[in-house]
């Protein structure tokens, strides 16, 4: 078949793409003798890099609320789970490099969700009867993001040191914890520290060190798993130590992925020497950081700079927002100086998953997972002869917290001894979800780990009557100081001093008012047992959970009580047992209407 002639630009343009190939290939064919006198192009002078973060995700895998068995839904419009993160993470390697981009977490991995429950205790990662078990979701996806590292968070204590043990084993990067220390040896349990290399052709490569420090409360709040085998110290005190060190080692950036929030406070009054909530502390006494990966508190600081008081030098912070619904992007600038790399420039921002849809990669890993679980949350386990709503629980006394103290009292009163026994037994508890609801009909698992959404055992501790009016009162600190004569709005009625509905426990097996008109410390009225005054020197058995008994969220006196009962069983699991074994759930059983809020005497609802 004839080749058609050429046209004038169709000439000119194939003539112009020979001559290029051309000079490439004199290019190559240049003799050695010429190659040896040409210069070797100039190293860069500058170089820039990112580091990823995510915080709190709490084994959210995907968007999807195993409570409610739908979409995740909030009022802001948020979307959780890695599966998003991984979209946000592929995106950004997109755009600065592959190799210019580190991922890492600051904890709080591996509880929080039906999911993490089912591979803790239903098909556990340990495994039963001498089968190894599966792979936990958690660590599938954080090995096919490629995180380069993730702190310890204090939830990942909360299935023991050997599930957490098999975790750390199924991850491909390593779970840093400096100030987690063997209590024997006071070395660290675990890796203090990584390095990882940014390579810059034609220059040196820049060395990253992360460090991680996890939360000391993990000595309070997991004593029954922690106790006599690790200890932990203070986030300060580990980072003096360790920022040093990598700083001798050559790393010209130094970050730090701490488990602890940035305001220097800390949910546990002095029952521990240690800050909970330590990271600006740790920014403004502690040299040579540039910036730090902020969590545990369940809040979204873009970015927060602290000036180091030693050095002058700004330390740039940031937490995302839990459960995968932000990433931070921490970016870098560096500049070549004597052959050493510098940091000329730090900042801080966090993207928002709710921009993009899950990762096909991530979805295709762990979708047979995630079936699993809502199959298994789905299980019926009774019915209910009526609708039981949380919605109004952290003001009134309402049926559906009276079916957690019935269960936690239950328990208790089966475990004491003959002379425990002959004392009288409450139990106080807090309304963990404002959206649970344990509907009229047949009630499944999820329905009941909706009402109870965290993993606590139970103790029975004794407090004096005395004691007992103290941890009232300290309760009582939630509500805001409201006149007499002024109306009631729910919707600023609660939370103040930062005291969260987690924090704010209710009692049950005894009478009391609560008057909102009164200042802090003089709240708690008619306080009574049996319809009697109680008396100041009277012990109380008390059924509570072991974050409380252990000095969670700071209530006086219970952490140093006497233990009257302990159990490792989870409390969500005794919920579960107990409406499996009536068949039927009715507030016939257990409803009791025994405090209410007043207004100088008057009851307010």
């Known amino acids: 078949m004839p080749v058609p002639p050429l046209n004038r630009r169709e000439f000119v343009k194939k003539s112009a793409v020979t001559g290029a190939a051309v000079a490439v290939a004199g290019t190559v064919a240049a003799t050695p003798a010429q190659a040896a006198h040409r210069k070797p192009p100039k190293p860069p002078r500058t170089w820039s890099f990112s580091i990823l973060g995510t915080t709190d995700l709490h084994s959210h895998v995907f968007d999807w609320d195993y409570y409610t068995d739908a979409a995740y839904q909030d009022s802001k419009g948020n979307s959780v789970g890695v599966a998003r993160v991984a979209t946000l993470v592929k995106q950004q390697r997109a755009a600065k490099g592959e190799d210019r981009v580190l991922l890492v977490d600051a904890g709080d991995i591996i509880q929080g969700t039906s999911l993490a429950y089912y591979y803790a205790r239903v098909d556990p990662i340990v495994g039963t009867g001498g089968k190894r078990g599966p792979r936990h979701p958690m660590a599938i996806a954080m090995n096919a993001m490629r995180y380069d590292a993730a702190a310890l968070g204090n939830h990942e204590f909360n299935y023991g040191i050997e599930t957490l043990r098999r975790f750390e084993e199924q991850c491909h990067f390593p779970l840093l914890g400096a100030n987690a220390l063997d209590a024997k040896t006071l070395r660290p349990a675990f890796q203090p520290y990584t390095v990882k290399r940014v390579r810059v052709p034609g220059a040196p490569d820049i060395k990253v060190g992360i460090l991680g420090l996890t939360n000391p409360g993990i000595a309070l709040w997991d004593k029954d798993n922690v106790s006599g085998r690790m200890a932990f110290t203070g986030l300060v005190e580990q980072a003096k130590k360790y920022v040093p060190r990598m700083r001798a080692l050559g790393c010209d950036v130094v970050f730090l992925t701490d488990h602890s929030g940035l305001d220097g406070s800390s949910s546990y009054g002095d029952e521990l020497p240690y800050v909970e909530n330590a990271s600006n502390l740790v920014a403004q006494q502690v040299p040579g950081i540039d910036a730090i990966l902020v969590g545990h508190t369940h809040t979204e600081v873009s970015s927060y700079t602290v000036t180091n008081t030693e050095t002058g030098k700004d330390v740039v912070l940031s937490e995302p927002y839990c459960y995968g619904m932000r990433l931070t992007v921490f970016d870098f600038e560096l500049e070549l100086v004597h052959g050493q790399w510098k940091v000329t420039s730090t900042k801080a921002q966090t993207l928002n998953s709710n921009t993009v849809e899950e990762d096909a990669e991530i979805t295709g890993l762990l979708t047979a997972d995630h079936d699993l679980v809502v199959t298994y949350v789905n299980t019926p386990v009774g019915t209910c002869t009526a609708d039981l709503s949380a919605a109004e629980a952290c003001w009134k006394d309402v049926p559906v917290m009276d079916f957690i103290h019935q269960v936690q009292t239950a328990a208790v009163a089966t475990g004491l001894s003959a002379a425990d026994a002959a004392l009288p037994l409450i139990s106080v508890a807090a309304p963990f979800s404002r959206t649970a609801d344990i509907p009229r009909g047949d009630v499944t698992i999820r329905d009941v780990a909706g009402l109870y959404i965290y993993d606590n055992t139970l103790y029975g501790k004794k407090l004096t009557g005395a004691q007992l009016k103290d941890y009232l009162e300290y309760a009582a600190k939630y509500y805001h100081q409201v006149p007499a004569g002024t109306k009631v709005d729910t919707a600023t009625l609660t939370n103040a001093n930062s005291f969260w509905d987690y924090m704010y426990d209710t009692a049950a097996g005894v009478s009391y008012d609560i008057d909102i008109a009164q200042p802090e410390g003089s709240r708690i009225k008619n306080l009574s ?38 159990s490792t069983n989870e409390i969500r699991q005794l919920m579960i047992d107990y409406v499996t074994a009536k068949g039927s759930l009715d507030p016939a059983d257990f409803a009791a209407a025994n405090w209410q809020l007043t207004q100088n005497g008057t009851p307010v609802f």
């Open 529 to 566: 047992h049996a319809g009697t005054p109680v008396d100041d020197d009277q012990v109380f058995v008390v059924a509570v959970n072991n974050y409380r008994a252990n000095g969670g969220s700071g209530y006086p006196h219970i952490a140093a009580a006497d233990i009257a009962y302990s």
